[in-house]
T-cell receptor, first 114, second 114 residues
């Protein structure tokens, strides 16, 4: 069982470059999430997708865009990377619910912006 | 605004003892509260969910309590083992009608010494 797969695992970018982080899940979940995790800050929600074709901003959406390509895939794009976006990015998925469904996480993308 | 607080200092205990981790929340009343475990370099893994009308939930050596009056959840690991060493995250649901979103605390690092 692959669960949630994120690519790449590591990436170094220069300020101003763009890139897309990929996420795919094989659990047939409707809901998918993108978080960033910084030391001492915990996980903060960037964007959320309740179902294919819908996306919603989370707590820290500025500087990011997302695409829910199909039910399996949810990508996160940095159009013009900034050093403040250096972080570990996690993708997660869950069944639909009201906070009563466990979220399943990938192992993250470690992104450094120089 | 909704706020989650976990012990910021690492918890160091001896093998065989009970570890107790605290999660406090303010300015709202979550319907559900989840606990996750995160190992270094990995994504969080779901452990337990407790509902607002449940005082206590158990799973093997794990026990979670949910005190809606104190606005606090306690997470206990009994007969702790070095393999329990990890960071533990609490995640209350934000409020009703917010889909599957969770608000994560910053986590408490637990170290169990042999």
């Amino acid at each position: 069982n692959a669960g949630v797969t994120q690519t790449p695992k590591f990436q170094v970018l220069k300020t101003g470059q763009s890139m897309t982080l990929q996420c795919a899940q094989d659990m047939n979940h409707n809901s998918m999430y993108w978080y960033r995790q910084d030391p001492g800050m915990g996980l903060r929600l960037i964007y959320y997708s309740a179902s294919e074709g819908t996306t919603d901003k989370g707590e820290v959406p500025n500087g990011y865009n997302v695409s829910r390509l199909n039910k399996r895939e949810f990508s996160l794009r940095l159009e013009s990377a900034a050093p403040s976006q250096t972080s570990v990015y996690f993708c997660a998925s869950s069944k639909p619910g009201q906070g009563n469904q466990p979220q399943h996480f990938g192992d993250g993308t470690r992104l450094s912006i120089l | 605004s909704q706020k989650i607080e976990q012990n910021s200092e690492a918890l160091n205990i001896q093998e065989g003892k009970t570890a107790t981790l605290t999660c406090n929340y303010t300015n709202y009343s979550p319907a559900y509260l989840q606990w996750y475990r995160q190992d270094p370099g990995r994504g969080p893994v779901f452990l337990l969910l407790i509902r607002e009308n449940e005082k206590e939930k158990r799973k093997e050596r794990l026990k979670v309590t949910f005190d809606t009056t104190l606005k606090q959840s306690l997470f206990h690991i009994t007969a702790s083992q070095p393999a329990d060493s990890a960071t533990y995250l609490c995640a209350p649901s934000p409020s009703y009608n917010q889909g599957g979103k969770l608000i994560f605390g910053q986590g408490t690092e637990l170290s169990v010494k042999p």
